[in-house]
């Protein structure tokens, strides 16, 4: 992954991997987060990279959440134990289904929800109590469910600019994640362009994040989305050490 970057010529790049759930809690897709006993692992890791390339690049120490109600006095004390450079926070499951595992995983479960609405419902209640939660600097993937379902024509805007309010109050940052442009039916960056414009207007930061699982995905679709967010009216992107945000140009980037 460090070296992907910085042949791309980075000079700066963060790892954020899941943090492992909760003793007690369980999901129905194994796998998709580290287990408990191999994190320890992961922050070696990224020591480990941080200490060998130090002369060639930055690496930032990330962890994303994943929020489950009922689970934040556990997650705060997970975050407590090490210093992370930036919390990223995120719904993937959305009352025990994960929003955007498969479409045959999904489509068998969307009738617990009366449907594809009725989930993005839900979906919007655990992003509001995610940002109220106050355990993450960074809103990750806001629009994730269109990965599989597409923008509902029944959308409910004015919720989404009340959520966007909330974002902006929480003084939190937007991620623009280039992944759904390759993952997403839509083939998009999450949030949405029409999303992004009500973000700008309202005054929320925003930074790009690849999302990559693989070194080819490290800084994937870039150049793109930092030239669309100019076109939007940013002229900064946020970066964070020790949680503590700072911006640099966009024109970097194009």
């Avoid at 959305?94 to 955007?100: E, F, K, S, T």
């Avoid at 995983?105 to 655990?126: D, H, M, T, V």
């Avoid at 600097?137 to 909330?166: A, C, F, N, Q, Y």
Wanted: charge should be negative; glycine fraction near 8%.
């Amino acid at each position: 992954m460090v070296r992907s970057a910085i042949a791309m010529g980075f000079r700066e790049i963060g790892f954020a991997e899941h943090l492992p759930y909760p003793e007690g809690f369980a999901s129905d897709i194994p796998g998709c987060v580290v287990p408990a006993e191999q994190w320890p692992l992961y922050l070696a890791d990224v020591r480990n990279a941080q200490e060998r390339f130090q002369e060639r690049v930055r690496i930032r120490l990330g962890v994303e959440i994943d929020y489950l109600p009922g689970y934040e006095s556990p997650c705060a004390s997970r975050l407590a134990e090490y210093p992370y450079d930036v919390v990223f926070g995120s719904v993937h499951l959305v009352d025990g289904v994960m929003a955007d595992y498969t479409a045959d995983y999904l489509n068998e479960r969307l009738p617990k929800f009366g449907g594809a609405e009725g989930l993005w419902e839900i979906y919007w209640e655990r992003i509001e109590d995610l940002i109220r939660s106050g355990l993450c600097d960074v809103l990750s993937h806001l629009d994730l469910p269109k990965k599989l379902t597409g923008i509902p024509k029944t959308m409910d805007w004015k919720r989404v600019e009340t959520i966007l309010d909330l974002i902006h109050d929480a003084r939190l940052t937007l991620e623009v994640n280039t992944g759904g442009i390759d993952r997403s039916i839509l083939h998009e960056p999450y949030p949405s362009d029409r999303i992004l414009k009500i973000a700008f207007a309202k005054g929320v930061d925003v930074l790009i994040g690849s999302d990559a699982h693989h070194p080819q995905e490290i800084g994937r679709h870039f150049r793109e989305t930092a030239a669309q967010l100019s076109s939007l009216g940013w002229r900064h992107l946020a970066v964070f050490k020790g949680r503590e945000k700072s911006r640099l140009p966009i024109a970097e980037w194009l």
